[in-house]
């Protein structure tokens, strides 16, 4: 019997590469959602490189005009125990960050009620075996990922394992798939010299600096795709899509220019005052997260106050220690923050401020622990004999040097029990021998490079004419890595199958 898989493509081009490949190497049925802008629905309506089954386009089945059932919503929490508002409120589009538009409370629940309508009807219609997931980024599809989790359909979603260049295919963020049944190789008696080579080979602070130096940099192809959008776009999304509402051309044009020069005035005063040193003094360091980002809204839905988060750890530092904040680099691709943020939190007495530009291999090994929402840092720290406090669950809680906060009121106590904590080398050698069993070598941010090169403006418009010609450019500069992709994913439907016997 052909195995039913369902794909929930939204602008993850290798989804749609893993999909061609899937049906080239495995007997199953291919089933798609597509949660795209109305430009790129026509491609994939047209294509002939993928055969699907069925698909859905997710607006089609979202109305502006529609009251919402509260009966029917408050019925789908208890029965699936999904926390809609948690949702809702830390969705990037009904949150704070949205410049276009201010939801209604009627219009979120409208919008929450046909969704969940729409999920439940799909997975009542085909039954789906596996779905593939890209990272779920936003509440709706969250929603939908948790129904599959609550109706036992097994998720295939890549994931990084915070080694740069290495990804796992997993159900969850936190924890590796099957670990208590697997038989795991005996771990290798390596130095921490031989462990950060391995953690250093592609780093993530380095992969995120070339992406950041290339995403939305071309002035050649901001020119190109104002032209497209400003002169040839229809913008019918703004009356097709709730993510599109309040988008008139007029209020993008007017706010790009506004945001473009605010921009530049946050990244002077971040370059004028930001502190690019290290001092010789005890530290306690805590680097901030990428705001908006699932990381954070999603991963740490009541954590999203992170100058009340660098507030209370401040308070409970020990005597004789600072805190050192260091903002993400990735946050040049969103304007960076207000500076009144980072004044906010230079102004406490025993906090300092540090440049994005600094490395962590320049800061793990001088700190005395790392503190994080769940952030990369954390994982490195341990490479460093560092302990490391994280605020929320995560793929590396299980290393003895890390602890999980579940109450503000115990991090004082909590920071002094790790500042004494002993390291241990086995238990770090064991933990990167399963990842390295676990995960495959994927160049996903150079494969959305490209793809933002070849399809979307170098990444200044989402909403484009997509032709088979382009896909195919895309898709065969990454033909090897693609098929290694469907490899390891026909090998987790193998797992899978082997487990739910």
Known sequence: MKDRILIYQDYAMHNFGLAKMLQKKHDCDLFAIFDVTDNMNKFFQKQKIVKYEKTWFLYDYIKKSHKPDLDYLSKFEKKYGIELWKLASNDRIFFKYNMYYNFSENEILSILEQQCKFFENIIETIKPDFVIFPLTNSGRMEIFYQLCLKLDIKILMLHSTRFGGMVFINEKDEKIDYFEKEIHEKEKNRS???????????????????????????????????????????????????????????????????????????????????????????????????????????????????IELVTHIAKSLPIGYKLYVKDHQSMDTRDWRS??????????????????????????????????????????????????????????????????????????????????????????????????????????????????????????????????????????????QLEILADEHIKKIIQHRKYQS
């Not at 699932?294 to 992170?306: D, M």
């Open 192 to 306: 921490l010299d031989d462990l950060r080579n391995i953690l250093y080979k592609t780093h993530s602070f380095d992969d995120a600096a070339k992406f950041t130096s290339q995403f939305l940099k071309s002035k050649k192809m901001a020119l190109k795709a104002a032209i497209n959008f400003f002169l040839f776009s229809k913008n019918s999304n703004l009356k097709t899509h709730y993510t599109y509402y309040g988008r008139d051309k007029i209020k993008i044009f007017f706010i790009t220019i506004f945001w473009s020069l605010k921009k530049r005035y946050r990244l002077y005063l971040i370059n004028k005052n930001l502190s690019r040193t290290i001092d010789d003094e005890k530290f306690i360091f805590f680097p901030l997260i990428t705001e908006p980002e699932r990381g954070l809204l999603i991963a740490a839905p009541f954590h999203t106050n992170l």
């Open 339 to 480: 500076f009144s943020f980072y004044k906010e939190i230079m102004n406490l007495p025993n906090v300092k401020m540090l440049h994005h530009t600094i490395h962590p291999k320049n800061i793990l090994p001088k700190c005395s622990m790392v503190i994080t929402i769940g952030g990369t840092a954390g994982f490195e720290a341990a490479f460093y004999e560092k302990p490391t406090i994280t605020f929320v669950d995560t793929l590396y809680s299980s290393l003895k040097s890390v602890e999980i906060l579940n109450d503000t009121k115990e991090l004082p106590q909590l920071i002094q029990k790790q500042l004494n904590a002993k390291f241990d080398l086995s238990d770090l050698n064991n933990f990167v021998s399963v990842l390295e069993k676990s995960s495959f070598a994927f160049d996903w941010s150079g494969f959305d490079s490209l793809a933002g090169h070849i399809l979307f403006y170098d990444g200044f418009l989402a909403d484009v004419e997509i032709s088979e010609k382009q896909m195919n450019e895309l898709l065969d500069q990454y033909s090897k």
